[in-house]
């Protein structure tokens, strides 16, 4: 028979040796331990969640989880995992790689709060998840390039403080779920370069994508078909911060007066590629 075992707070150190006779254990809770390590977990074939937030794992220590191929959802928030981010050399900008980004995929629940996660990967966001928390992690900069992302915009990022960069050049975004204004005191670029945005899409964005994004700098959304009439949404070119706005290839044919006024403060008209 199927079993679920909840031993959160049980004061572990070592996963318990007699879990690895329980083979048929779908669903286990071993949160608010003190497990450093996940070894013999491996031998829970039919495991589909597994709870161990609030125990000190790190990536070595999570490692036997991604053996699991039943696994669906995995808590591990308030750990130490730091992923591809935390490898000795690690640039930013490249791709994270590692044992945690080539099992993530395979999750549809991942709540990885609060860890030391740095970069994050492809597979965190497609195929996309019903449930990714990433908030209390030292992200700073998103780069997913050609990664088949969409059709909404990756909702999960909003929670990440301190955000500054975003790229998701050549994905399938096509829309915007509420929520974007929570990047707003943070983050300067945001590349969307060869997407599916529409007009309408960045129109709809509630805030509009002005109020809710005044400190950003740099704003790409070449290669979509983003303008109506051959104007783009009045939004995109009252962003009070905007320095750099590339749209071409988007079928631009008039630029609005606004668009040349010396903004407040002394911030001069954005450079234009179009």
Not at 226 to 249: F, K, M, N, Q
Request: net charge negative; hydrophobic share 45%; glycine share 8%.
């Amino acid at each position: 028979a199927a079993l679920d075992i909840d031993w959160s707070g049980a004061g572990f150190d070592a996963f318990p040796p007699i879990l690895r006779q329980l083979t048929s254990v779908q669903r286990l809770d071993l949160s608010h331990n003190r497990l450093r390590s996940l070894a013999g977990v491996e031998a829970l074939a039919a495991l589909t969640t597994l709870n161990v937030a609030h125990n000190a794992l790190d990536d070595a220590g999570l490692a036997p989880a991604f053996a699991l191929e039943a696994l669906r959802a995995l808590n591990v928030s308030h750990n130490l995992v730091a992923g591809g981010g935390g490898k000795p050399g690690y640039r930013p900008g490249t791709p994270a790689g590692g044992p945690l980004e080539d099992a993530v995929s395979q999750w549809s629940e991942l709540d990885i709060s609060h860890n030391r996660v740095t970069v994050v990967s492809a597979g965190y966001f497609a195929p996309a998840k019903a449930l990714l928390l990433l908030e209390g992690n030292p992200i700073v900069d998103v780069v997913l390039n050609i990664s088949r992302i969409g059709p909404d915009f990756p909702a999960a990022l909003y929670d990440v403080a301190g955000l500054q960069t975003i790229d998701l050049s050549v994905n399938a975004i096509r829309s915007f779920p509420p929520g974007m204004e929570r990047l707003g005191d943070s983050l300067r670029h945001l590349s969307l370069f060869q997407n599916a945005l529409s007009y309408d899409a960045v129109a709809a964005m509630a805030p509009p994508i002005d109020a809710a994004l005044p400190s950003l700098q740099l704003l790409e959304l070449s290669s979509n078909p983003v303008t109506r009439d051959g104007t783009l949404p009045p939004a995109v070119h009252r962003i009070p911060g905007l320095e750099y706005l590339t749209v071409d290839c988007v079928g631009l044919s008039a630029l609005p007066d606004d668009l040349w006024r010396v903004r407040e403060g002394g911030h001069a008209l954005p450079s234009l590629v179009a």
